[in-house]
């Protein structure tokens, strides 16, 4: 890695051990490297190194980046996109409560959800018992955790609950989605 990022061996180990601090265009470059493109990574990177937020293109107005390193700074759009991500997997999150409240409790009203019936109480909290990814990579993750024979039932039941929560374009790119689903 040392070599990679141009800088002695003791240098680099001295990053590690926190003995000094990496440059801007340096961690630039370590992600680069590392081909870190997750927005939550590299905002956790920068807040563990420099003790603040990675930088936006805001933040770098007036500044010279590197043309090289420019594809890394995130776009504050991304930022608005990556906020309506963590909502949404939160919204689901809690739909699938309601929706295991629901089978499991025999005085519950019905869900709303028609596609709940069809997905056991097992699958749903295995698809939401799971940490958040960003970047598009949670409804991905959702589906391959759950039984191969249950994930059409779980795929119809998150497209439906991305429909209700507003999200018709996330519900129509789920991967496999029954785009002949009932709708909310």
Known sequence: MA???GVAPITYENYERRRREPSVPLLLTFGKLCNVRDML??????REVKGRRYPRTSDLVGL???SE????????ACEADAEVEAGLISALRAA???????????DAAVDPNPETARVPVVSLAA?????????????????????VEMQS????WVAWELRRLGHPEAARDLPGADRTARRP
Request: hydrophobic share 50%; charged share 30%.
């Open 3 to 5: 070599y990679s990022l």
């Open 153 to 156: 039932a779980v795929r119809a």
């Open 41 to 46: 990574v590299l905002d956790d990177l920068w």
């Open 69 to 76: 390193l420019r594809d890394l700074i995130i776009d504050d």
């Open 127 to 147: 698809a939401f018992d799971q940490e958040a990814p960003s970047g598009g990579e949670f409804l991905t993750r959702v589906l391959e955790a759950v039984d």
């Open 64 to 66: 010279n980046v590197p």
């Open 96 to 106: 699938a409560l309601r929706a295991i409240h629901h089978r499991l409790d025999s």
